[in-house]
């Protein structure tokens, strides 16, 4: 049985926060050279989520944006509909029944 | 010297055994309707309109689930202009849901490969026959129409709607990775076996089933392939997107992300 899609999730998680504990703790030292920094790393996941959220929200309003109108489509459906209509009507189909 | 020209022999036979299989591919449709009269007639010219062009062998079976409007009587007139062969009526009493659609259609299907399409004339027929030359290019277990991708669009939609759209559509990608683009679409060519396997593990009701179709179908590794289409909603003022809808939407998408 594969892991499910939450699980993988899970997974990942837990090796992120591994690593980010890893950092936190490196920069609690004094002389570590990332205690410079020290503010940045305890930032970090709320750094990557929010680049993620300006990531997500660029992307879906792209495609949006660039989502095609299908002016022709919807033009050429109406012109099959009126083909259609006359030519069932010529085979003996009667719209008066339906409407 | 005989050898060469034997194997070509051979490969011949081969390419003509594999023409005659194609041959003997039949393509069922299957129209699920509920108050469709007024589509219904050219959804079906339209269909043999394509199909007949291109060659292929196959039946429209209308599915009508006790219309009040009459579609069945739209239906019956159809079938005398078109024939019992093309046309195949399998109405049922009321409102049952699409999945025992489908489950009661294919029960009736003489093709080895089944389309389902809308019939509210959203899902052009003319896309079917580039379905059927994708699946057997790759031999896909099934083939889906994606408003997502290339020539592929929508027409008759207003910014809400493209907007709820693309990030359901974005969010669904990210959770589930379903390797497929456009999830609750509902224009697909299947091979029957796997159509009939996909519905039998499927719970969901409404559009999200059509989602779930595909997370299935990839959590058996069937193959995908994917066809542009173009989406023409002609339905305007009533939108299919109320908060009913998204809550059952965000609800399968959970299910979904937590059990496969």
């Not at chain 1, 992120?16 to 996941?45: C, D, I, M, R, Y």
């Not at chain 1, 989502?67 to 009507?89: G, T, V, Y």
């Not at chain 2, 399409?117 to 896309?127: E, G, I, N, V, Y």
Request: hydrophobic share 40%.
């Amino acid at each position: 049985m594969a892991f499910t899609k939450l699980m993988q999730w899970l997974l990942g998680l837990a090796a992120f926060s591994g690593l980010w504990a890893t950092l936190v703790a490196n920069a609690a030292q004094p002389h570590h050279f990332l205690h410079k920094h020290e503010f940045l790393v305890l930032a970090l996941p709320i750094i990557l989520i929010g680049l993620f959220g300006i990531y997500a929200v660029f992307i879906v309003l792209y495609r949006v944006f660039t989502f095609n109108n299908c002016e022709e489509a919807a033009e050429e459906l109406n012109k099959q509909i009126q083909q259609a209509r006359k030519d069932l009507s010529s085979k003996g189909f009667s719209f008066d029944k339906i409407k | 010297m005989m050898y060469p020209k034997r194997e070509t022999r051979s490969a011949k036979m081969a390419r003509d055994n594999e023409e005659k299989s194609r041959a003997g591919d039949k393509y069922s449709i299957l129209l699920p309707t509920y108050n469709e009269r007024e589509n219904l007639p050219i959804i079906i010219w339209l269909i043999c309109q394509y199909l007949d062009k291109s060659g292929y062998n196959y039946e429209i079976i209308v599915i009508d689930d006790g219309s009040p409007d009459g579609t069945l009587d739209v239906a019956k007139q159809l079938q005398k202009i078109y024939g019992e062969e093309k046309i195949v009526l399998r109405p049922r009493e009321k409102k049952l849901g699409l999945g025992t659609a489908y489950i009661h259609g294919m029960k009736h299907a003489t093709g080895n490969f089944i389309v389902i399409m809308d019939a509210d004339l959203s899902h052009h027929p003319k896309f079917i026959p580039e379905f059927i030359k994708l699946q057997q290019e790759g031999n896909y277990d099934l083939v889906s129409g994606t408003r997502y991708i290339g020539n592929g669009g929508v027409y008759g939609w207003d910014f809400k709607r493209k907007l709820v759209s693309r990030g359901a559509n974005f969010l669904t990608q990210l959770l589930l990775r379903p390797g497929a683009s456009d999830l609750t679409g509902s224009f697909r060519l299947y091979k029957k076996s796997v159509l009939e396997n996909l519905v039998a593990r499927c719970v969901s009701k409404g559009y999200v089933f059509q989602m779930e179709m595909i997370i299935r179908a990839r959590q058996l590794n069937y193959s995908i392939g994917e066809v542009p289409i173009t989406f023409v909603d002609r339905v305007y003022g009533e939108s299919k997107l109320g908060g009913s809808e998204i809550i059952q939407f965000a609800k399968a998408l959970l299910h979904l992300f937590a059990t496969t």
